[in-house]
């Protein structure tokens, strides 16, 4: 461990959507004030050693198409995060931040990936999103973002099995991103890999008591970057804004963000002290994993392998009829 004790340092930021018709201005306006906020985490006591902003402080989000949401999108490595490594490396501070991408390995895909960059400036990790939850908007239109679950099988031949859940160990921790609301075995499986901090985002709002479960648990740090007010969105302005939060390994909150406004929520993590105590979550898997085995989800894995939509409503209609429930 290069430090005892840490500062985890959650950015409630708002959001606001890139203009398509003024996309390179106004998507380094949204970097420029994503780098201004990065300056004053610095300033005054409490300085961040980690600093973790939500899904989409860089493009934003809006019901683009997927031709759209692929102009909005960067690219990882690219002129943004390089911008952020500047940062990272002027207060020696790790920064995790998700963002709309682009891959030439996965073309015409739009990926949710969180990007971890070290004090060194150096990329060091990238998560893609899990899963998107489907037929939450009544089998009209769905999410088209590409998630792992929906390449499940060339993800895991591209990338390896121990890329599904994946946790970054640094020196200062051991970390697991995730946009992940309400499936507790996500980062149960996590905490398994050994996952010390679990960094969860939440732009548009989330249950608290998930998020402290999350902590409880699984005995491990848990903390929830949410969107704040964002005046000038499209959208209501105040759309499920606040709430950020760090909570411990007993589900106990360290810091609430008080206001739903843009603000840091700080708290100092004694790593070395947790982990010399922590252990893994203790699991009685015979007793349940026959009902695991013979689950089956609503939909399958994979789907959007061999075809990919081209929107909200095209998402809608490829996935209508691919439910397993009834």
């Known amino acids: 461990m290069s430090k005892d004790v840490f500062t985890l340092g959650v950015a409630q930021s708002r959001v606001i959507p890139v203009d398509l018709s003024n996309l390179k201005q106004t998507r380094k306006a949204n970097l420029d004030h994503m780098l201004r906020l990065i300056d004053g985490s610095t300033i005054g006591f409490g300085r961040p050693d980690l600093l973790f902003f939500h899904e989409f402080p860089i493009t934003g989000w809006h019901n683009w198409d997927r031709a759209e949401a692929l102009r909005v999108a960067i690219e990882i490595p690219g002129e943004e995060t390089e911008a952020i490594a500047v940062k990272a490396r002027e207060y020696g501070m790790y920064i995790v931040f998700g963002s709309y991408a682009r891959d030439p390995d996965w073309q015409d895909h739009v ?5 971890v960059i070290d004090p060194t400036g150096r990329i060091i990790d990238k998560h893609w999103k899990a899963r998107n939850v489907k037929g939450m908007f009544g089998g009209e239109q769905e999410l088209f973002t ?10 895991v031949e591209m990338y390896g099995a121990d890329a599904v859940i994946p946790v970054t160990r640094t ?23 050994g996952a010390e901090v679990i960094l969860r985002t939440a732009t ?6 998930d998020v402290q479960a999350t902590a409880l648990y699984n005995g491990v740090y848990t903390a929830i970057c949410n969107n704040a007010i964002s005046t000038g969105s499209p959208f209501f302005e105040d759309s499920g804004a606040g709430g950020s939060a760090i909570y411990g390994p007993d589900g106990n909150a360290l810091d609430v963000a008080d206001s739903p406004n843009e603000t840091l929520v700080l708290a100092r993590i004694p790593i070395a002290q947790f982990r010399a105590r922590h252990r893994q979550p203790v699991l009685h898997k015979e ?12 939909y399958a894995p994979n789907l959007f392998q061999d075809y990919i939509p081209s929107g909200l409503e095209d998402a809608g209609r490829h996935l209508k009829d691919k439910r397993r429930w009834k």
């Open 111 to 115: 990926l949710s990936i969180t990007t």
């Open 204 to 209: 548009g709002g989330f249950s608290p008591i």
């Open 171 to 193: 020196p200062i921790g051991n970390f697991m991103t995730s946009s992940t609301q309400r499936e507790p075995e996500i980062f149960r499986a996590g905490a398994m890999k």
């Open 146 to 155: 590409t998630t792992i679950y929906d390449v499940l099988d060339r993800y």
């Open 287 to 298: 007793l349940y994993m026959a009902e695991y085995e013979q689950y089956v989800p609503p």
